[in-house]
């Protein structure tokens, strides 16, 4: 059984399509020991204690360092049984001791088709930037900020009409598909990290120059 703690920041919708999948999809063998918030208020604490998951909140306004912050965050992990720690808009950027301590256990949904749009506003980037597609990645977390060996990518089309918020929406709903497909990969032990590499039952990602890609239905 893959044991997962989710790190979450905020509302915590993608924490809730994994939940959803994983009710209705008995036969994939996960389950998420911890949902982890940064924040007191996160409304994702709200969807996990509905679903009857443990919370944990560790307030970083509590602590005076990013370092104080991280090791607490790690001695709290370390207690719980967790063999993938799964980012789900956790808006922490880690220290490296942190990063280094869990390297290819720990996965991140960042909306956009990565490497482009690294950061912040990444719907509004890609409009400006004249993109006809845009999208989500999972990918692993590396000492990099949003450069980690890509996974999995849903690419969603750029309509002519598109705000930052349609565009949004349209790239939520292709992470609540993903994100759970990519977690099924590993229950199903057939994902890992090797240097830059994502490994698909041991061969590098992207297969055949694609790129294990969804696409909008
Ligand atoms: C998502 O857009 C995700 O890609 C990014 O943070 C957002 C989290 O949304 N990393 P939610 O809290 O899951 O609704």
């Known amino acids: 059984m893959l044991k997962m703690v989710v ?14 999948h994983l009710k209705q999809h008995a036969d994939i063998n996960a ?8 924040r007191p208020d996160a ?20 602590f005076t360092s990013r370092e104080a912050f991280d090791t607490e965050l790690i001695n709290t992990i ?12 956790f808006m922490r950027i880690l220290t490296p001791e942190f990063i280094n301590h869990y390297l290819g256990r720990m996965i991140n949904i960042h909306p956009s088709l990565l490497p482009k749009f690294q950061g912040v506003n990444t719907h509004e980037r890609a409009i400006a930037a004249g993109e006809t597609e845009h999208g989500c ?11 980690g060996p890509i996974i999995m990518q849903g690419v969603v089309p750029i309509e002519p009409n598109d705000t930052p918020l349609t565009l949004k929406e349209r790239v939520h709903l292709m992470e609540h598909r993903l994100y759970p497909e990519a977690i099924a990969l590993f229950a199903q032990k057939r994902l890992s ?15 055949q120059g694609q790129q294990y890609q969804l696409k909008e239905k």
């Open 43 to 62: 409304f994702g604490l709200t969807r996990a204690t509905q679903a009857n998951i443990p919370t944990i909140v560790i307030d970083h306004k509590q």
């Open 78 to 89: 370390d207690k719980l049984q967790c063999d993938l720690l799964v980012f789900a808009g």
């Open 137 to 147: 990645s999972v990918h692993f977390v590396t000492l990099e900020l949003d450069s």
């Open 31 to 38: 389950t998420i020991t911890a949902v982890i918030s940064n």
């Open 193 to 207: 990290m090797q240097g830059n590499d994502a490994l698909l039952d041991g061969h590098p990602l992207p297969l």
């Open 7 to 20: 790190l979450i920041s905020g509302n915590g919708s993608n924490l809730q399509a994994i939940i959803d």
